[in-house]
T-cell receptor, first 115, second 116 residues
Framework: GEDVEQSLFLSVREGDSSVINCTYTDSSSTYLYWYKQEPGAGLQLLTYIFSNMDMKQDQRLTVLLNKKDKHLSLRIADTQTGDSAIYFCAESIRRRYSSASKIIFGSGTRLSIRP | ETGVTQTPRHLVMGMTNKKSLKCEQHLGHNAMYWYKQSAKKPLELMFVYSLEERVENNSVPSRFSPECPNSSHLFLHLHTLQPEDSALYLC???????????????FGAGSRLTVL
């Protein structure tokens, strides 16, 4: 099946770390992505990870992938008010009998920051 | 202008109207997409075009009709819509569907559609 699931809301205190979780169902995923959507804007790529890696770090962002459990997480260190947004998890799968990729998104997690 | 541009940004239409959403990209990408974003639901893939050929049509009702006249432009023609079609419609583009690496999408800001 092709399903990506995320919790809808997360609230963290400014300066703390935020951890946004995602589960996916398709074991043929090749790449997994995190996108950010700010109010009134489209989605913007934050980072992605190849399915044979288990961790990727990029400044304040750390992506962890547990392929056995089909679980992806995004950790934002030292969360700031500018990090308030909706974060979307997505997987890229190769369709059967085709080398063309298809991107499946979750419902997004709305991250809010409290002072 | 660079990036992915969508017009109009906001559209209000009655159920009997006919309107179109437009998307334009100046990134030299070969694939273009329409997604529907509704509150608390997964982003829903509607259509995918690769080199102006439709390669994906995800059981979308026929009241939505896509058109891709060239690799830089994508339209979504709307007619006899229902109130439940009210949503944010996002256009995206990528270098191509057939690449071996990550397929990174560049999104427009969306067209907010309200059907009365």
């Amino acid at each position: 099946g092709e399903d990506v699931e995320q919790s809808l809301f997360l609230s963290v205190r400014e300066g703390d770390s935020s951890v946004i979780n995602c589960t996916y169902t398709d074991s043929s995923s090749t790449y997994l992505y995190w996108y950010k959507q700010e109010p009134g804007a489209g989605l913007q790529l934050l980072t992605y990870i190849f399915s044979n890696m288990d961790m990727k770090q990029d400044q304040r962002l750390t992506v962890l992938l547990n392929k056995k459990d089909k679980h992806l997480s995004l950790r934002i260190a030292d969360t700031q008010t500018g990090d308030s947004a909706i974060y979307f998890c997505a997987e890229s799968i190769r369709r059967r009998y085709s080398s063309a990729s298809k991107i499946i998104f979750g419902s997004g997690t709305r991250l809010s920051i409290r002072p | 202008e660079t990036g992915v541009t969508q017009t109009p940004r906001h559209l209000v239409m009655g159920m009997t109207n006919k309107k179109s959403l437009k998307c334009e990209q100046h990134l030299g990408h070969n694939a273009m997409y329409w997604y529907k974003q509704s509150a608390k639901k997964p982003l829903e893939l509607m259509f995918v075009y690769s080199l102006e050929e439709r390669v994906e049509n995800n059981s979308v009702p026929s009241r939505f009709s896509p058109e891709c006249p060239n690799s830089s432009h994508l339209f979504l023609h709307l007619h006899t819509l229902q109130p439940e079609d009210s949503a944010l419609y996002l256009c995206a583009s990528s270098e191509g569907l057939w690449r071996s690496g990550a397929n990174v999408l560049t999104f427009g800001a969306g067209s907010r559609l309200t059907v009365l």
